[in-house]
């Protein structure tokens, strides 16, 4: 598959730069995979579309102000975002995505307010390993949560770049199919039968870094955290259908069903072709061009049922990307 295949056409307007307010209104395109069909919804009607002895999972992972504006001491700027740390065995240094980072070099002390930082070793592709005396700190004094590019950096949008049900934190982005999530849509779905099933991965740069190759299957993808604690595991276990609150939570339970390791790494990346195993109905929002998101959405409804979706929600004025609409895939993913 080339990854032009990922290309469609959107206008600028329709990238949303605030969540609906309150933000179950937003509105739920429905997919049938197997019908074919595609209808419009709001995003309240979707404990409707649940039925009694599924599992809604829901990623419980929280978004650090990861990013941070660091000086190098000839005073340039060089904007660091905080990707995962890396174990006690690596003595509190981070993995980071360093911007520019052409002149960069290992032993280059950088400063950050009060907080020094020291360049380790580079991983090529702008990442690094930097010594991070005082993560907590550093974090507390100079860092700023990670919004896309796409949104503007205000305030409020800082404010609102987190989910109702975050709780552990270690993402440098948030899973946004869990924006549209209030208590009501939560205990709705429970009165419609359903199983909330929480679960962790957090979100880094392999689910947010852009497809570069030509051939989609050549892209390497970075790997991601994820835990899915015993309660869940039997949850899904048990589950009549597993519906999936993201593709980061439908990566997490791929990675799960196909390694049967319940914590662990995530170097997955699910395209069309792949074989689904454990999720039976996606809900996801609506992502950019050429991305490995985009590529999944695919594998799991089919390339051109969701082209046309895309072309739908363009044509309807569906608002996209981390703070847009949402849709729900049923029935697509795994073949019982």
Do not use: C
């Not at 995505?97 to 950050?112: F, I, N, Q, T, V």
């Amino acid at each position: 598959m080339f990854t032009s295949d990922l290309d469609y056409e959107l206008p600028e307007d329709l990238i949303a730069q605030k969540p609906a307010e309150p933000r179950d209104s937003s509105r739920l395109m429905v997919v049938d995979v197997r019908a074919g069909t595609i209808a419009h919804h709001n995003f309240r009607d979707l404990p409707g579309f649940l039925r009694p002895g599924d599992a809604l999972v829901i990623n419980e992972t929280k978004v650090l102000p990861a990013r941070i504006e660091a000086r190098k001491p000839t005073g340039g700027e060089v904007e660091l975002l905080l990707l995962r740390d890396l174990g006690p065995d690596r003595g509190g240094a981070w993995e980071v995505l360093a911007r520019p980072s052409k002149r960069l070099r290992s032993g280059l002390e950088l400063r950050a307010g009060e907080d020094r930082l020291e360049l380790v070793e580079s991983l090529g592709g702008g990442h690094w390993v930097v010594s991070v005396p005082d993560v907590k700190g550093l974090l507390k004094r100079s860092g700023k949560m990670p919004l896309p590019p796409y949104i503007s950096p205000t305030t409020e949008a800082e404010n609102h770049y987190q989910t109702i049900f975050a709780r552990n934190e270690g993402s440098a982005a948030a899973p946004t199919a869990g924006f549209h999530f209030t208590e009501r849509v939560l205990e709705d779905a429970e009165r419609a039968g359903a199983s909330i099933a929480r679960i962790t991965l957090h979100v880094g740069v392999g689910t947010f870094m852009p497809v570069r190759t030509e051939r989609l299957e050549e892209h390497e993808m970075h790997a991601e955290y994820y835990r899915v604690p015993g309660e869940a595991v039997q949850t899904v276990r048990d589950a009549r259908r597993v519906v999936a609150a993201g593709t980061t939570v439908a990566r997490t339970l791929e990675t799960w069903a196909a390694s049967g390791e319940a914590e662990g790494e995530s170097e997955l990346f699910v395209y069309p072709g792949y074989r689904w195993l454990a999720v039976d109905t996606l809900l996801t929002n609506f992502h950019l061009p050429r991305s490995t998101l985009l590529a999944m959405v695919m594998s799991f409804g089919s390339e051109e049922l969701v082209k046309e979706a895309y072309r739908t929600a363009v044509r309807e004025r569906y608002r996209f990307y981390s703070f847009g609409d949402a849709m729900l895939l049923l029935d697509g993913g795994r073949q019982r």
